[in-house]
């Protein structure tokens, strides 16, 4: 069997999908539009993960915490009173 050499080097392709720098691709767009700058992102203040939906809120010490489960409720009660 004969075995084939190519002399031309490989072109270079950008990927398929790619913008140049200074443009912003629509899935991009889209993207950025889902937080507005008003939007505060409640995040849980045990684990800091962003809280989607309400927050299960915990009053410790007179001050509230938010948290996204019941078990970084307890984690972090566990962390304040050791």
Same mark, same amino acid.
């Not at 999908?17 to 203040?45: H, L, N, P, W």
């Given at each position: 069997?004969?075995?084939?050499?190519?002399?031309? *080097?490989?072109?270079?392709?950008?990927?398929?999908?790619?913008?140049?720098?200074?443009?912003?691709?629509?899935?991009?767009?889209?993207?950025?539009?889902?937080?507005?700058?008003? *939007?505060?992102?409640?995040?849980?203040?045990?684990?800091?993960?962003?809280?989607?939906?309400?927050?299960?809120?915990?009053?410790?010490?007179?001050?509230?915490?938010?948290?996204?489960?019941? *078990?970084?409720?307890?984690?972090?009660?566990?962390?304040?009173?050791?």
């Amino acid at each position: 069997m004969e075995s084939m050499v190519f002399d031309a *080097e490989p072109e270079e392709h950008e990927p398929e999908g790619t913008v140049e720098d200074d443009m912003v691709s629509s899935e991009e767009e889209a993207f950025m539009q889902g937080y507005s700058k008003e *939007e505060k992102i409640i995040t849980c203040d045990e684990c800091g993960v962003a809280i989607h939906g309400k927050p299960l809120v915990k009053v410790m010490d007179g001050e509230s915490y938010k948290f996204c489960s019941e *078990e970084c409720a307890v984690e972090f009660a566990e962390g304040i009173n050791v």
